[in-house]
């Protein structure tokens, strides 16, 4: 493998807090090093910003619920398409990209892991096949567990221990790297055409409450001593007046310590829950509320879900929630409720300036990101492609790096942000180290890599962004053009140590790893629990225990991260 | 003797996982568990004579060639084509598809599976108004109101009925068939309609008017006329009740309704009164795909080119225009040069005209027996049979991916869809 000297650049690598330093990065096999033999590379990169590489910590990039995205939107296709060239395959979509297309997306962003954020167990198979036609990338897939029989039904019964066997047993069988949870009971409640809209409104027969069943799931996330916590998409998401489900679900891992050093829970697209006001008329932003709630608990790590006022598509676990919205829209819907999983549904989403509804949804996504003090517990997400498609994200970054540019996009949407939003009067602006903070350094210690990633020291992944920018001799805040343009197109990503993108074009393709959890317990309970398993898999499954398992084969660069539960 | 269990079926769009094969030397013993047609899919391996060598056409002879031949000469004319259509694909594997579809990206050709004559009504339906659907085991486990509207399960999808919708116990459905109710709509009284609890004749034609008689007292509108479709408005009235007044309900069509006049309109309005009947209580809507990884077709078009069917290259990056862009609108046109069809059989099934065309240009066509297309054919290339001779991807009528077992070697000589095609990329790249 080759050597490369990424020398005098402009250095940006919070984990080791470096900020904004002028030294040269070495690397070797893939790998960071301390020093070279001599015959490297070398790469110039004076007067250009040098950061690890960007991690996406939720984007909904594969499975079947994406296919059903692209597939029942056919003019988001004809909105955007790439041609074949001589090492890349051709593509289309804006908002749902199809898989090839999104991975050299991400690339040309400077982009080198990226989390799919919902995976529904029994459709797995689907998830990994989109993965493994994703390249540039290392990726993971987060297993939804929200209205999974088993673990309701273990957590009713107060089986703590075995509901944690489940749980890895689980993530074993689809080759998940997180426990996800979306709207905790109300997608079994769906099953019935019903939800749960609070945090005491029981499943209908199971007869567990999301408080319960996101309790239990924090306590077993912890007994299996995972990389990342439990990654929650709360009830009640972008709903009138959900502010205050929001408050109280930020107090329900209390008392439960971490197993690791990073949040008890990850909060995502918090945009979507931050929402005052009992009709559409007096909707209006609560993210102050929020971000005081998350500037005094450490425990909790948000991203965003940032509107960036485009046409879109919604998609997620949460079925109710599509149902709601297209009932809001009358556009099309799509639902697939898988049994006794989950219910995702999908539908497309147009966030116009010109609404009110829509202009305050864009100015909480920017004040959450500037009212909670922390950098590392606000990270940067679009939750693509559900508030925006992730490449909006260097046009996020320049609004948060200039007020000027939020005051010129504030002055074209509905005026009703200067009332029921806080937007205008924030002056903070994010310096390039915050920057790298959101979207990659802050990524990769919530996920649990800050061992490998996220970083420049020695022994991280040589997964590496060049920015043609030089700190020195721009002012973001005046040319926050040039930092979107800038942050679009990166000057290089290197991937494990191979430049994958040169002046924003593809120059190579590879395909990365995909990471999953070997969660590890006593064998004595595993068996226990397999025997719950088969019972249930006999009576109340389609499929066959035996065809239920994703194999290691379909994992392209497959890469178990092995972790041994206290049970 | 040796028994493989977990087999999945690679017949039907049902794509039963439990069948038992019990594999003696070369030959298949028994298929446990498969219905009758499943059942002799298996035994299919052991006909005799089972094509192996691949074969040539020259001035009007048929001879036997190499593997190494066959494929040089198919990226041959491939590679030489202006605009081939690659077409089939509903009956192998998704990873044959994918590397179909590098090969009509590499050559900038067009890409089509069986979709354009069968549930691609359905697909542009989707594309206008949605989907809300289920698995099949959420159908097993909760549903008290099946109704299949312009399908015959009994025939198409024996064991479908079985596993999924009436007879199964659910969770919720402890004592199966009693704890549920089976409406059969269909013009005919078919063996479905027999053991249904009520059967709906509908006349032939008239489904689309059914449908909005149906939406329009599920919305709370009164209908007018004495009769809609042949059936008496006591009836349509009776049917609205019970389906705003079931817990869980199910509606499957079938070619009775994506195929008789209005056919996207049909489908269109059964999606919409589905919708509509959300507003009262939980309901959805399933096609029943046929052939069994035709799902898996459309799924894998549309991650890699973004579109289910009817995908053209010519441009580098995929264009979806059907009517313009399918399979028999290209061949009456007579636009394309090349053919190469994969796991299918289109002359026995496409119109004539298509077919005339097909005639005229040079086809190439790979499947494990011999067809009307493969005697039309000017190159044959037998392949072994995907989830009996080879593993692979594929995905149920409700988009539950399965990965299909083997159980039998091929013969001797005999490859893979996907090797044969991936050994086609290759020549074709060399020669570029
Ligand atoms: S119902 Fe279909 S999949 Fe099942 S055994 Fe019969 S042919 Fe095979
Ligand atoms: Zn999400």
Known sequence: ?567 | MATITDVICPFCGTLCDDIEVVVNGSKIESARHACKIGNSKFLSINDIPRPIKPLIRENGASREASIDEAIAKAAEILSNSKRALLFGWSSTSCEATAVGIEIAEEIGGLIDGTTTVCHGPTVMAVQYVGLPSVTLGEIKNRADLVIYWGANPMHAHPRHLSRYSIFPRGYFRERGQQDRELIVVDVRKTDTAKIANHFIQVEFGKDYELLSALRMIVNGGELEEEEVAGVPKEKIIELADKMMNCQFGILFFGMGLTMSPGKHRNIDNAISLVKNLNRHTKFSIMPMRGHWNVTGFGEVMTWQTGYPFAVDFSRGYARYNPGETSANDVLQREEVDAVLVVASDPVAHFPRKSVAHLARVPMITIAPHHSLTTELSEIFIPSSMVGIEEEGTAYRMDTVPLFTRKVIDPPQGVLSDVEILKRILEKIREMR
């Open chain 1, 1 to 567: 493998m080759s050597e490369l000297v990424l020398k005098n650049g402009i250095v940006y690598d919070p984990i080791n807090n470096v900020n904004g330093e002028k030294m040269d990065i070495l690397v070797k096999d893939g790998k960071i090093v301390e020093k070279l033999n001599g015959n490297a590379k070398t790469i110039d990169c004076s007067g250009k910003i040098v950061m690890p590489g960007g991690i996406e910590i939720h984007s909904h990039m594969a499975g079947g619920k994406v296919n059903g995205g692209r597939l029942f939107q056919p003019e988001d296709h004809v909105r955007f398409a790439m041609p074949k060239t001589k090492v890349t395959r051709s593509g289309t979509g804006f908002s749902t990209p199809t898989t090839f297309l999104t991975g050299y997306l991400y690339s040309k962003m400077g982009y080198t892991t990226g989390m799919t954020a919902a995976m529904p167990p029994l459709m797995a198979r689907h998830t990994h096949e989109e993965l493994k036609d994703i390249p540039m990338i290392d990726k993971g897939a987060y297993c939804l567990t929200d209205g999974n029989w088993f673990i309701m039904k273990y957590l009713k019964n107060g089986e703590i221990e075995k509901c944690a066997a489940y749980v890895s047993w689980l993530l074993k069988a689809t080759k998940g790297y997180v426990v996800k949870i979306t709207n905790p009971c109300g997608t079994e409640a769906w099953g019935w055409g019903k939800n749960c809209r609070s945090l005491d409104d029981p499943a209908p027969y199971f007869d567990i409450t999301p408080r319960e069943l996101v309790k239990g799931l924090v306590e077993v996330n912890e007994i299996l001593k995972l990389p990342h916590s439990v990654h929650l998409h709360a009830n009640n998401c972008g709903r009138l007046g959900n502010f205050v489900t929001t408050l109280e679900t930020f107090k329900v891992p209390n008392g439960t310590k971490p197993a690791a050093k990073r949040q008890i829970m990850h909060a995502t697209h918090i945009q979507f829950h931050s929402y005052g006001g009992d009709t559409w008329h007096n909707f209006e932003s609560k993210a102050d509320e929020i971000a005081k709630a998350v500037n005094s608990n450490k425990n909790i790590v948000i991203d965003t879900g940032t509107v960036t006022l485009d046409h879109t598509t919604t998609m997620t676990a949460d079925g109710p929630l599509e149902y709601y919205l297209q009932s809001l829209t009358h556009l099309k819907w799509m639902n697939r409720n898988v049994e006794m999983e989950t219910s995702p549904g999908i539908t497309p989403f147009i966030y116009s300036r010109k609404m009110p509804t829509a202009s305050i949804q864009w100015a909480i996504g920017l004040e959450l990101s500037l009212l909670i003090k922390d950098p590392w517990q606000v990270l940067m997400t679009t939750d693509h492609p559900n508030a925006g498609p992730f490449i909006r994200y260097p046009r996020i970054i320049a609004w948060l790096m200039s007020r000027k540019y939020r005051e010129e996009t504030a002055s074209k949407v509905h005026k009703v942000i200067y009332d029921r939003s806080t937007i205008d009067g924030i002056d903070r602006e994010y310096s390039f180290y915050d920057i790298a903070i959101v979207t990659r350094a802050g990524e990769a210690k919530a996920l649990g890599l800050s061992d490998r990633k996220g970083h420049l020291g020695v022994g991280a992944d040589a997964d590496i962004a060049v920015y043609d920018i030089n700190p020195s001799e721009i002012d973001p805040s005046r040319d926050y053009k040039e930092i979107e343009k800038k942050f679009s197109s990166a000057a290089y990503t290197i991937k494990d140590g191979e430049i994958l993108v040169k002046n924003g074009e593809i120059v190579q393709t590879r395909y990365g790893r995909t990471l999953w959890v070997n969660s590890k317990v006593d064998g004595e309970l595993e068996k226990e629990v397999m025997k719950d398993i088969e019972y249930n898999f006999k009576r109340y499954y389609s499929v066959n225990l035996a065809n239920y398992p994703v194999r290691e084969e379909v994992l392209t660069r497959s890469t178990e991260v092995t972790r041994s539960a206290s049970v």
